[in-house]
């Protein structure tokens, strides 16, 4: 049980373009559902969490226009690059929690953003 | 400022021989201290997990050990093999809230 499944695995898109990543909770409720980027070899930055039918919470530097996130189901949170450019290329990975008080954290597979 | 601190950065074990990496936090509202193994291009998956009232926790060739008046908890992963070659990232949480990520370890288990 508790799976959370990431699509896409990858993607390339060019310069000035919208990328949209999602991360569903297969098999459970995620009231919240955090989102995470990492650089290689570097650990996860957590850019923003979001609890389902409310704003996400942006973590400090993190543009909320440039990366803008929905979490409109129980069991659905979608993360959007928009207007990518190429130091936005990178590995967001999301992560979806059952409710709050609870420490059991899923993690999805992860996304490679490459902006050419 | 990073939260919680994790040592070594990389880490070379030969087969069967016990891996160790270390992390140290002061926000003493951690109640929650797991450990997490990510391999290229994947997310990181659970691997064990503590709390601040026990002191040791095993699974399997996994162990963890928790030192609350030192502020630092450690893996110790037993008969190390190839496939144990991961990135490993401890991670602690105050009140079942964020995440805080240690700065990871690579190991590589050697033949």
């Known amino acids: 049980g508790a799976v959370v499944s990431q699509h896409p695995s990858w993607v390339i898109c060019k310069s000035g373009t919208s990328v949209k990543i999602e991360c569903r909770s297969l098999d459970f409720q995620a009231t919240t559902m955090f989102w995470y980027r990492q650089f290689p070899k570097q650990s996860l930055m957590l850019m923003a969490t979001s609890n389902e039918g409310s704003k996400a919470t942006y973590e400090q530097g993190v543009e909320k226009d440039k990366f803008l996130i929905n979490h409109a189901s129980l069991t659905l949170s979608t993360l959007t690059v928009t207007s990518a450019h190429p130091e936005d290329s990178s590995f967001y990975i999301c992560?979806?929690?059952?409710?709050?008080?609870?420490?059991?954290?899923?993690f999805g597979s992860g996304t490679r953003l490459t902006v050419v | 400022q990073q939260q919680v601190k994790q040592s070594p950065q990389s880490l070379i074990v030969q087969k069967g021989g016990i891996s160790i990496i270390n992390c140290a936090y002061e926000?003493?509202?951690?109640?929650?201290f797991p450990w997490y193994q990510q391999f290229p291009g994947k997310g990181p998956a659970l691997l064990i997990a503590?709390?601040?009232?026990?002191s040791e926790k095993k699974e399997g060739r996994f162990t963890i050990s928790f030192n609350k008046s030192a502020k630092q908890f450690s893996l110790h992963i037993m008969d190390s093999q190839p496939g144990d070659s991961a990135t490993y990232f401890c991670a602690a949480s105050p009140g079942a809230n964020n995440l805080f990520f240690g700065t990871g370890t690579r190991l590589t288990v050697i033949p």
């Open positions: 926000n003493t509202a951690f109640d929650y």
């Open positions: 992560s979806a929690r059952p409710g709050t008080g609870v420490t059991r954290y899923t």
């Open positions: 503590i709390r601040p009232d026990v």
